[in-house]
């Protein structure tokens, strides 16, 4: 599973914005990546 897999499974219950924040500054994820993930997440509360 990859690390962007992986912050649409665990964010926002099991990582915060700051997990995904320190994620980026590691070269783990792109800051579009993340924009991705919350956007996913507001599309599903919404």
Same mark, same amino acid.
Do not use: C, H, I
């Given at each position: 599973?990859?690390?962007?897999?992986? =912050?649409? %499974?665990?964010?926002?219950?099991l990582?915060?914005?700051? @997990?995904?924040?320190?994620?980026?500054? =590691?070269? %783990?994820?792109?800051?579009?990546?993340?924009e991705a993930? @919350?956007?996913?997440?507001?599309?599903?509360?919404?």
């Open positions: 599973m990859s690390v962007f897999e992986m =912050a649409e %499974r665990y964010y926002p219950r990582w915060s914005d700051a @997990r995904l924040e320190a994620l980026v500054k =590691a070269g %783990r994820l792109t800051t579009q990546e993340v993930v @919350r956007g996913n997440k507001q599309a599903e509360r919404g």
